[in-house]
Structure formats: structure tokens, C-alpha cells
């Protein structure tokens, strides 16, 4: 059947982390309302908001999702949000290398101190400004095994497909 309560449907915590500035509050809201707002807010500590996704196997994901502000400050705040998460999104802007080393390093401490297993995802955004391109890491992804996707916010290229990909790669109830 296809209720609310089937037995394939899954609920996971994903979480977003990155540079301040690399879009990651803007994915979420281009994915969860399926606006893009140029004037949105700085995220201040972390937001939290949930959308379901269908799969083409009928499977519902519902996903609830930690976007947390890229901030210095904040960055020590990070273990909470990403403990016990099933998914993380490591986001940076496609223009910009200082925020591809600091997604670097949010990919080395997710592989320190993320839970076993945990589906990491690799997310160059802002692919609208491709003539801007700066940072090309489809090698890094490859090398850390981890799903790599353009997406952009603002013209919601890929934002979709950049969540169906993380359900698919969601471990599945074995009973
Ligand atoms: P966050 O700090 O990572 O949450 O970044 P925000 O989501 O707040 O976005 C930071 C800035 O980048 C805002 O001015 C957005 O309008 C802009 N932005 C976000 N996504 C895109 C995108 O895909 N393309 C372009 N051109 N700008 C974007
Ligand atoms: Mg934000």
C-alpha cells in the first residue's frame, strides 16, 4: 500500500553545512517551498524545517532538515546538529576556492566524527554562475567517494534531483 504508515517509508535527519554565503539556506527554501528569495537572512545558529520526498518506487521520504549557519563562531555548534544525522550536504559556491577548502574540512570531520555510514554529498552551488567557475572538484568527490552535484538555488537546477539522489543512497529498513 502506499498510507503513511507503509513500512518502506523512511524518516531521515539530513543536515546542511558549509561557508557562510554558499547558498545552503536557499536550497533548502528552493526545495521545501520551492522559492528562491535573493533578499533571504543570514542564518543565525541553525533553522529547521521538513519536507517529504516520493520516490519512483513509492517509498516516502520524509527528511528533516538542519540548516546550520556557516559562521566561525557557530562551527563548534556543528556536532549537534550533524550527530546522528543520515545524510549530510556539504555545500560550497562554485566561484569561490576559500569555500571549497572549507568544505574540505567539513568533509574530514564528517569523516572523523559523523555516524558510521552516514550519506555524504558533495554540493557546488550557484552553477548559474558557471561563467564565474572557479572550483571544479569532481575529482575530490571521486577520491572521497562521496555523490557530487552542480546545483543552483536560484534557478532550481538540480535541487531536486540533488535530494532524490541522497534518499536512493539512504540505507533501507532491513525488516
Ligand atoms: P548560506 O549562508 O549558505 O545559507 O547562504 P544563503 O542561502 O543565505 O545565500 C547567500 C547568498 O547567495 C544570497 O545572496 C543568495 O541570494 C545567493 N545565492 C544562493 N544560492 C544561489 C544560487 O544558486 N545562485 C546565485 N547566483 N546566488 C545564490
Ligand atoms: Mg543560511
Not at 540548516?67 to 545524510?87: F, K, S
Not at 540533488?162 to 540505507?171: N, Q, S
Amino acid at each position: 500500500s502506499s498510507s503513511a504508515t507503509d513500512s518502506k517509508d523512511l524518516r531521515a535527519k539530513l543536515v546542511l553545512l558549509g561557508d557562510s554565503g554558499v547558498g545552503k539556506s536557499c536550497i533548502v527554501l528552493r526545495f521545501v517551498r520551492g522559492q528562491f528569495d535573493p533578499t533571504s537572512k543570514v542564518t543565525v545558529g541553525a533553522s529547521f524545517l521538513s519536507q517529504t520526498l516520493a520516490l519512483e518506487d513509492s517509498t516516502i521520504v520524509k527528511f528533516e532538515i538542519w540548516d546550520t549557519a556557516g559562521q566561525e563562531r557557530y562551527a563548534a555548534l556543528a556536532p549537534l546538529y550533524y550527530r546522528g544525522a543520515a545524510a549530510a550536504i556539504v555545500v560550497y559556491d562554485i566561484t569561490s576556492p576559500e569555500s571549497f577548502s572549507k568544505a574540505q574540512y567539513w568533509v574530514k570531520e564528517l569523516q572523523k566524527h559523523g555516524s558510521p555510514g552516514i550519506v555524504m554529498v558533495l554540493v557546488g552551488n550557484k552553477a548559474d554562475l558557471h561563467e564565474n567557475r572557479s572550483v571544479s572538484s569532481q575529482e575530490y568527490a571521486e577520491k572521497n567517494n562521496m555523490f557530487f552535484i552542480e546545483t543552483s538555488a536560484k534557478t532550481a537546477d538540480n535541487i531536486n534531483q540533488l535530494f532524490e539522489e541522497i534518499a536512493k543512497r539512504l540505507p533501507r529498513p532491513t525488516a
